[in-house]
């Protein structure tokens, strides 16, 4: 039955992804101007210009020429980057790991902080810890995740340099090779300590930048829904029972609000992946953003729509994930699903 | 409630909600904050010290100088006053925010009016195309229009509506499903009013205050928005004075000339916490109306 | 006669800010002598619930809320609530609820929640003994699967079976006071009644005192030894089960009496109008004083 309700969600995130497909293919071609003269630029000639629309099928009617996209996706095959001049999924393979690992890291910070931030103020609602915890939420929501990379380099990279501003190791630190692309994973894996902290330090301040914005808003969800427990009754029942305050806060009532914080910690991900774009740029970090953009800039198309296509694909597998995380939570749902 | 021999106050009151908004001190700072920005970039031009350093051209005998006497957050590389760049990035951004809303919560709401009224088919597909354009992260979204188009002000706004839009749907959408349940618009289907007149005259008018504290807190996430896709260099291009582009090019100054990121960056911070503020207020103002 | 465990004196409650208060108890005062069943009934918003809640310092900690009075209880003042009265909470006073369902956690297990009552008041006790007096305690309310409900979770019990579990972690600790606070209102009325029948046989054989909060009469009179009658935040009258029922002095008690017939399971009926009578001063029984001095 779990297995169940995950292949519907898997099914409907299918439903979701060919209508990324359809809408980044009709971005891409409906647009005003030849998608290949734009692509070869103003020095092409008309034959080379020729050339690319029957390669891409540009001169075929919409339908077919999303149907030739489709069928070229189903081979794995995003088609070539006229920047770098390979094949769009080369290109993805190399620059994702940097950009997932920044993410998973940010979103591991996110949660590390931002729920017992969240808790904090809701076990002291009305006081100062809540007032200052709300503040430090609230400035975090409202800070875009460039402004902080800026004002963390400033303070912790030049007035106190304590951390490195730029790339992912030291020039001096080799590369681990490992199959992951995470440098943490794959140094550990080959048991280079050295190399972890280097990646480790490189890793904190890009990924606290990426962090705040999610921090804050997981602070403020966890806060509100904590609240709403708060009033429950068996909140009530626990503190007639003697329940210590702290336990209640951390266990009792932290569950109930976890569920319905975990649902739109999903979304909060997806704004990563794409804020990831302002910190890499501000860290010189080697992702995925430093390829987007510069397909973007070069009108790249093939890779523009691959570079899209990857990052829905990353958003909505994360959701499934969510979602059968908050089953496993909520024992409601968990219960419902084994007895089927 | 309002008081029989009170014929100054509404009918429908709103005191509670006054008294609750300005019974907040983050609320009336941020309003405070809102005020003064808006009025700062709405007199742009008689309020900063040097208006012409909106072109390319600044003061060169004063390049790059540290926040001083004459130049009160100092000069960018180009000897441009940076208050008064900042200010004019404000105008700017101020306008973008106002367009891309105008503009994208109409489409958004009567999206979610009609599938959330209307349900079966036309629910369906409204949504799950909703659903498309909320699974992309919306910076990625707006990277990629912008990638097919010029980046001008125009296509930017342009980019940031097509990703906007699907919020005030999501939202008008869950709260259209449940007031078509209640008992007015069942009593309004009864007597044959149209569909326009349900949605519009009857459902509609219950959407005002998530609308609106959505607005408001959606100016500063747009600017926020702006200010991102600008930093990339996907926005508005020089020599127009935009606080996303400062940052960027500030960053290439670090550390000797700090002040040239991290003043706009605290403009940007400042401008969306503000709007922030002013829309938490507004929210628990609506909701001690009830 | 055998000391009061509670012992409420003069204890006054208004709600709000400091600028604009509401207030909602205007000086009660009564008192649960050990082993004890004593009634305190009014219709919803007279200040029962409230008063019981305060009794337990649970709403003390809020700053919206300004009790004076005293509130003896076990041996200490609990009118400021604080950690002396917290301490005594789940082991020397327990709480039943309205709605046994909902006052559990819906994302914990029936055993873990127990473990943490039974460790109350700061008490070591080791997961194994706690799951063995857990299953000796649901033993005792007539639970037949003690290994199955302790595994479960709330909403896969009934809510007969959870009433049940309630009054197992009320009394698991041997309190000297059960607060009941309108006990199983929300189940049906067979299962409402055996699991009071059941309540009443526990507390009785343990002398276990009962302070029953109910807008019931029919409750109160099968129940309590004692009763008062709380009308907008004052007792306007106190008396034994007896004395009450068959004597009704007070016009708010006889509105009330009069009105019970008309409606059926012994409920209270919202009393259309509200009789100046209603207000006039509280009556006493014949030898239902107040403890004089504060023997608690």
Same mark, same amino acid.
């Given at each position: 039955?779990?297995? %169940? ?41 008309? #034959? ?12 075929? =009617? ?5 149907? #030739?996209?489709?069928?070229?996706? =189903? ?17 993805? @393979? ?26 904090? =103020? ?43 501003? #730029? ?56 806060? @509100? ?12 029942? #626990? ?49 995925? =953003? ?8 070069? %009108? ?35 219960? @419902?699903?084994? %007895?089927? | ?9 509404? !009918? ?20 405070? $904050? ?51 760049? *900042? ?7 101020? *306008? ?10 109409? *489409? ?9 009224? !209307? ?52 939202? $008008? ?40 504290? !959505? ?36 960053? !290439? ?38 | ?14 709600? &709000?800010?400091?600028?604009?208060? /509401? ?18 009934? &009014? ?18 900690? /809020? ?57 109350? +008041? ?61 006990? +199983? ?32 009469? &029919? ?45 059926? &399971? ?8 509200? /009789? ?21």
């Amino acid at each position: 039955m779990i297995l %169940k309700s995950t292949l519907r969600r898997i099914g409907a995130a299918l439903i979701v992804m060919i209508g990324i497909s359809m809408l980044i293919f009709a971005i891409a071609r409906v647009m005003p101007g030849d998608p290949a003269r734009i692509a070869l630029g103003p020095n092409a000639t008309a #034959e080379q210009v020729a050339a690319l629309r029957f390669e891409r099928h540009l001169d075929a =009617s919409l339908p077919v020429q999303y149907f #030739e996209f489709l069928k070229a996706l =189903s081979r794995g095959d995003l088609g070539r980057s006229l920047y770098t001049n390979r094949p769009v999924t080369t290109d993805i @393979a190399q620059f994702l790991p940097a950009t997932l690992e920044l993410v998973v890291v940010s979103a591991i910070i996110m949660v590390l902080i931002g729920l017992p931030l969240g808790i904090m =103020s809701a076990h002291f609602r009305g006081r100062v810890p809540d007032h200052l915890g709300r503040l430090i939420a609230l400035i975090g929501v409202c800070t875009p995740a460039f402004v902080w990379g800026v004002i963390l380099q400033l303070f912790f990279g030049y007035f106190w340099p304590i951390f490195p501003i #730029e790339g992912r190791l030291l020039e001096t630190t080799p590369v681990p090779q490992g199959p992951t692309g995470f440098y943490l994973i794959d140094s550990l894996a080959t048991g280079n300590v050295s190399t972890f902290f280097d990646a480790l330090h490189h890793l904190i301040l890009p990924a606290l930048a990426l962090a705040m914005s999610g921090l804050g808003q997981t602070a403020r969800l966890t806060r @509100a829904n904590m609240i709403d427990v708060y009033d429950k009754p068996y909140v009530e029942m #626990e503190r007639a029972y003697g329940f210590k305050p702290f336990r209640i806060a951390t266990r009792y009532a932290f569950r109930p609000a976890f569920i319905p914080t975990l649902t739109i910690l999903g979304l909060e991900f997806a704004a990563m992946l794409g804020n990831a774009f302002l910190v890499e740029k501000v860290f010189g970090w080697p992702g995925l =953003s430093r390829y987007g953009v510069e397909v973007i800039i070069r %009108k790249d198309l093939d890779a523009i729509v691959g570079t899209v296509l990857i990052i829905a694909a990353a958003f909505l597998i994360m959701n499934i994930v969510v979602d059968i995380l908050v089953g496993f939570i909520n024992p409601r749902i968990r219960l @419902a699903a084994g %007895k089927g | 409630m309002s008081e029989p021999g009170s014929p100054v106050l509404p !009918k429908r009151g709103g005191s509670k909600a006054v008294a609750a908004y300005f019974g907040n001190p983050l609320s009336v700072g941020g309003l405070l $904050i809102v005020v003064v920005i808006v009025m700062l970039a709405a007199l742009a031009d008689y309020v900063t010290p040097f208006p012409d350093h909106v072109g390319p051209i600044g003061d060169f005998a004063a390049m790059n100088t540290g926040p001083g006497e004459t130049y009160k957050l100092g000069t960018d590389t180009m000897g441009r006053d940076l208050f008064t760049r *900042i200010i004019f990035g404000y105008r700017l951004s101020l *306008i973008m925010a106002v367009v891309v809303l105008a503009i994208a919560t109409p *489409i958004g709401v009567i999206v979610g009016l009609v599938a959330g009224y !209307k349900g079966g088919w036309t629910d369906y597909v409204l949504m799950r195309l909703t659903d498309v354009f909320l699974a992309v992260p919306p910076l990625v979204l707006a990277m990629a229009i912008m990638g097919f188009l010029e980046p001008t002000l125009m296509n930017g706004m342009l980019a940031i509506t097509a990703m906007w839009w699907p919020w005030y749907a999501r939202l $008008i959408y869950n709260v259209t499903r449940a007031e078509a349940q209640e008992g007015y618009v069942l009593a309004a289907e009864t007597v044959g009013a149209s569909t326009a007149h349900i949605l519009f005259r009857e459902i509609l008018p219950n959407c005002w205050p998530s609308i609106l504290t !959505k607005m408001t807190l959606d100016v500063g996430f747009v600017i926020l928005m702006a200010s991102s896709l600008s930093f990339l260099g996907l926005g508005v291009q020089p020599p127009t004075p935009d606080l996303g582009s400062m940052v960027a090019d500030g960053a !290439k100054y670090m550390p000797d000339a700090w002040w040239l990121s991290l003043w706009p960056a605290i403009a940007i911070l400042l401008v969306v916490l503000g709007f922030n503020l002013v829309g938490d207020g507004l929210r628990e103002a609506f909701e001690a109306e009830g | 006669m055998t000391e009061a465990v509670l012992a409420i004196r003069d204890l006054r409650l208004a709600f &709000g800010s400091r600028r604009s208060q /509401s207030a909602v108890l205007h000086g009660i005062s009564l008192h649960v002598r050990a082993g004890e069943k004593v009634a305190l009934v &009014g219709e919803s918003g007279s200040g029962k619930s409230v008063t019981a809640r305060l009794a337990m310092g649970l709403l003390q900690e /809020s700053p919206k809320v300004h009790a004076t009075g005293s509130i003896r209880f076990d041996g200490i003042e609990a009118i400021d609530g604080g950690p002396e009265i917290a301490r005594r909470r789940g082991n020397r006073v327990a709480m039943i609820f309205q709605d046994p369902t909902s006052a559990l956690n819906p994302t914990f297990r029936i055993r873990g929640q127990f473990r943490d009552v039974l460790r109350s +008041g700061g008490r070591r006790i080791s997961v194994a003994d706690a799951d063995a007096r857990a299953e000796a305690a649901l033993a005792e309310v007539s639970i037949p699967d003690l290994k199955r409900a302790l595994d479960s979770y709330a909403f896969q019990l009934s809510g007969g079976m959870n009433q049940r579990v309630m009054i197992a972690m009320a009394l698991a600790n041997r309190p000297a006071l059960l607060i009941a606070d309108e006990p +199983g209102t929300a189940l049906d009325v067979t299962v409402q009644a055996q699991t009071l029948a059941l309540m009443h046989d526990l507390t009785e054989k343990r002398g276990t005192a009962v302070l029953l909060i109910s807008h019931n009469l &029919g409750v109160v009179r099968e129940f309590a030894d004692r009763v008062y009658v709380i009308y907008r935040g004052r007792i306007v009258e106190h008396g034994t089960t007896a004395q009450l029922f068959r004597d009704p002095l007070h016009p708010y008690t006889r509105a009330l009496l009069a009105a019970i017939p008309k409606i059926s &399971g012994g409920g209270l009926p919202d009393l259309p109008e509200r /009789s100046p009578d209603f207000e006039s001063p509280m009556i006493t029984h014949e030898g239902c004083g107040e403890p004089q001095g504060f023997s608690a």
